[in-house]
């Protein structure tokens, strides 16, 4: 495993110490700067993925590193709540133990990265089904209510 990732991980995620003894970096730092403040941790991120890709990290566990990106980006993009969720979710202190454990157990890691993504499929799916389910209520309420003579 190259140092220069875990190093790299440990500067945007956990390079300071704050109050209480909450870790942080520069993701958090850099979300605080509207518009671009999320963009760039994202890039450096996606650095990591790219280098899991040319140590030949297996697809599945790169995919699994993807959507810890994505989830870190989506969480800093809302106001104030993303900087909160900056002290929990360290997407690249994740992706690189992601990659250690593939290369110390690569059918493990792999079993692991399928629960994770079938968990989050599985979260994503019902939510669609619960707004579409809402979406029907609102509507079919709207109509009863435009069919209901006056």
Same mark, same amino acid.
């Given at each position: $495993?190259?140092?220069? /990732? !875990?190093?790299?991980? +440990?500067?945007?995620?956990?390079?300071? &110490?704050?109050?209480?003894?909450? #870790?942080?970096?520069?993701?958090?730092?850099?979300?605080?700067?509207?518009?671009?403040?999320? @963009?760039?941790?994202?890039?450096?991120?996606?650095?990591? +993925?790219? !280098?899991?890709? +040319?140590? #030949?990290?297996?697809?599945?566990? +790169?995919?699994?590193?993807?959507? *810890?990106?994505?989830?870190?980006?989506?969480?800093?993009?809302?106001?104030?709540?993303?900087?909160?969720?900056?002290?929990?979710?360290?997407? *690249?202190?994740? *992706?690189? &133990? /992601? $990659?250690?454990?593939?290369?110390?157990? &690569? !059918? !493990?890691?792999?079993?692991?990265?399928? $629960?994770?993504? =079938?968990?989050?499929? =599985?979260?994503?799916?019902?939510?669609?089904? /619960?707004?579409?389910?809402?979406?029907?209520?609102?509507?079919?309420? @709207?109509? #009863? /209510?435009?069919?209901?003579?006056?």
């Amino acid at each position: $495993m190259p140092t220069d /990732l !875990r190093a790299l991980a +440990v500067l945007l995620d956990s390079k300071f &110490e704050g109050p209480f003894g909450f #870790r942080f970096g520069w993701d958090a730092l850099l979300g605080l700067i509207p518009g671009i403040g999320a @963009v760039i941790p994202a890039l450096v991120s996606l650095y990591i +993925v790219v !280098r899991a890709i +040319v140590l #030949r990290v297996s697809f599945i566990t +790169v995919l699994h590193m993807i959507v *810890n990106v994505l989830i870190d980006t989506a969480l800093s993009l809302i106001p104030i709540a993303g900087q909160i969720t900056d002290f929990f979710w360290k997407s *690249n202190l994740k *992706n690189i &133990e /992601l $990659m250690e454990r593939s290369f110390i157990d &690569e !059918r !493990r890691s792999v079993r692991s990265s399928v $629960m994770f993504l =079938g968990a989050i499929t =599985g979260g994503w799916f019902s939510l669609v089904l /619960l707004l579409i389910y809402i979406i029907y209520w609102i509507g079919s309420g @709207v109509l #009863r /209510l435009l069919m209901a003579p006056f």
